[in-house]
């Protein structure tokens, strides 16, 4: 592991992951069970409609958003790419209002991809980036000392995904009875990184004594980079031509034997590093989320925002997302998601192709629902069914459908802002499901 690389993945931000994993991936794989039961209905014939049981937070126009957060309440123009270093720095100093920083399906998600990109943000968000081109008269790139950058949205990948590979840093539960002058054991890790963040350990000590009863070692990785990087190839008889050998993907970082998830990955390691600077440089650590098909995946997102914060001890309601409605089943079910998320909620948007993806998937096994060339499915025709949802949506709302970002936002006083209709709010989440961790008492 580069230098670099382990200023990412320090002690205090691998415990932060696997709080994160312990309390919501076993979520996260039930939701995942349930998309593909939903498949299974689908494929039998059954078409998505709005959900009968959800019906009174559609019809409830009490209920309220979070109002625009610094440096989201101008989205005309955003930009959106990758998080390589150069992409970063000329992205930022572009003049767009936004930049999506994307960890999805912009970014080829490697090891290195991934934990270059965490280190790039970091710097970036501390103005403490530059980037030269090879070669003897490269061209240096840097933040712009004057004027406005735009205001960073870290897309992590979707709820679908697992941080797999080669490399692998290992956390293994402790087998033996927990005493209560147990501590985390750092073998191999400088005694003075762990006593720098023995306080932060301690908040998440009692957190997982209470809830998950378990404790963690960080070992070093097994495999040199030259075995990382090793090509296995096999040779076509018929073709004599070297082809890839499959292999068994094995993850990047496993917690009590297990994958993490991706999502929890990209989004743990930002929120981490970055959620105070990002509120100290006048914006917030604010997200794209991708992929969602459900309320309840947006429920998933909006407890691992609560927890987090609770953490770190960042007041709850300073992370933001926009949700992307980028599948066909989330289209009906707009309302929930803003709903579930209405705190830390910055409205929703569309994204085309992987819409267009999301139906071809979905109706695969209907003959009445084949789709022509995607060059003939224009806004007008296959996106009219979202914008005609969405439409309704806004007008609920008060609030327009822009036509150029359709980015929709109740852009009203927050839910939470208000003691008093906080306590006699009588909404009860439809759906709950048996929740594995909860933030401890204050």
């Not at 073709?239 to 009590?256: C, I, N």
Request: aromatic share 8%; with cysteine.
């Amino acid at each position: 592991m580069s230098d670099e690389h382990a200023t990412v993945l320090t002690p205090d931000a691998l415990r932060f992951l696997a709080t994160l994993h312990r309390c919501f991936n076993g979520r996260r794989l039930a939701l995942l069970a349930a998309r593909q039961a939903r498949q299974q209905r689908l494929d039998a014939g059954e078409l998505p409609d709005f959900l009968p049981h959800t019906q009174a937070v559609r019809a409830d126009p009490s209920w309220r958003g979070a109002p625009p957060a610094p440096g989201l309440v101008d989205r005309r123009v955003e930009i959106t790419g990758p998080v390589d270093r150069k992409m970063v720095i000329n992205a930022l100093n572009c003049g767009a209002s936004t930049f999506m920083a994307d960890f999805e399906d912009s970014n080829a998600p490697t090891w290195k991809n991934s934990l270059d990109g965490q280190a790039n943000l970091r710097d970036a968000l501390r103005r403490d980036i530059s980037y030269r081109a090879p070669g003897g008269g490269g061209k240096t790139y840097t933040l712009a000392e004057e004027g406005k950058l735009a205001t960073l949205i870290v897309r992590p990948r979707g709820w679908h995904m697992e941080e797999v590979g080669w490399l692998i840093v290992r956390f293994e539960r402790e087998r033996a009875r927990r005493s209560s002058s147990a501590r985390w054991d750092f073998s191999g890790l400088a005694a003075a990184a762990a006593a720098a963040s023995f306080a932060f350990l301690e908040r998440v000590d009692s957190f997982e004594r209470k809830w998950t009863k378990t404790a963690c070692s960080v070992t070093h990785p097994p495999f040199p980079q030259a075995q990382i990087d090793q090509k296995h190839k096999q040779t076509n008889k018929r073709t004599q031509k070297p082809t890839p050998k499959k292999q068994k993907q094995k993850a990047h970082l496993l917690v009590d034997g297990e994958p993490t998830s991706a999502s929890l990955f990209d989004f743990g390691l930002f929120f981490f590093h970055n959620a105070r600077q990002s509120v100290a440089v006048g914006q917030g650590p604010y997200f794209y989320l991708p992929k969602m098909e459900s309320h309840l995946e947006a429920r998933l997102w909006n407890d691992v925002f609560g927890v987090s914060q609770d953490l770190l001890k960042i007041p709850r309601g300073t992370i933001r997302a926009t949700v992307l409605i980028e599948t066909i089943l989330a289209a009906f079910e707009m309302e929930e998601i803003l709903f579930e998320l209405r705190e830390h909620s910055a409205g929703l948007n569309c994204g085309r192709w992987d819409y267009i993806f999301s139906f071809i998937k979905k109706f695969r096994n209907r003959p009445d629902m084949v789709l022509p060339d995607r060059s003939a499915i224009t806004m007008v025709r296959l996106l009219c069914l979202f914008f005609s949802l969405a439409a309704s949506l806004a007008r609920s709302l008060d609030r327009p459908l822009f036509p150029l970002l359709p980015s929709l936002s109740p852009n009203r006083p927050s839910l939470l802002s208000s003691p008093t209709r906080q306590n006699t709010h009588t909404h009860t989440r439809p759906d709950t499901p048996t929740t594995q961790c909860r933030p401890p008492p204050s």
